[in-house]
């Protein structure tokens, strides 16, 4: 059965950082793209960054810009999201996702796979 992990959200000062770990178990991640997505109370679910198969191709929402970096480990079957100069506005829970695509993309109908979230508070 495949199934993703996610782990490292937590509280953060504005400013700070965290880094998320999407963990993949039952199958391997090397032919999929993995997404990062999050979903603050009373939004709806907001794509964050991508990354390929290959790992060659990543993508970012514009919001995150300059301030989160998407990467993946493939001996580990683990991708990855740094999170830096976080913001109140980067809140919420966050999820990671996978899809067969060979390419990056942004679109959540996309992804197959879904993990259970972390959550992610900004708040001093």
């Known amino acids: 059965q495949l199934q993703l992990v996610e782990s490292g959200g937590g509280l953060v000062q504005p400013g700070g950082s965290l880094r998320l770990s999407c963990a993949a178990s039952?199958?391997?991640?090397?032919?999929?793209?993995i997404g990062w997505f999050r979903q603050a109370p009373g939004k709806e679910r907001e794509a964050v960054s991508c990354i390929s198969s290959s790992g060659g191709s990543t993508n970012y929402a514009d919001s995150v810009k300059g301030r989160f970096t998407i990467s993946r480990d493939y001996a580990k079957n683990t991708a990855y999201l740094q999170m830096n100069s976080l913001k109140p506005e980067d809140a919420g829970i966050y999820y990671c996702?996978?899809?067969?695509?060979?390419?990056?993309?942004?679109?959540?109908?996309?992804?197959?796979?879904w993990g259970q979230g972390t959550q992610v508070t900004v708040s001093s």
């Open positions: 996702a996978a899809t067969l695509f060979r390419v990056c993309v942004l679109w959540p109908t996309d992804y197959d796979d």
């Open positions: 039952g199958f391997t991640l090397d032919y999929y793209s």
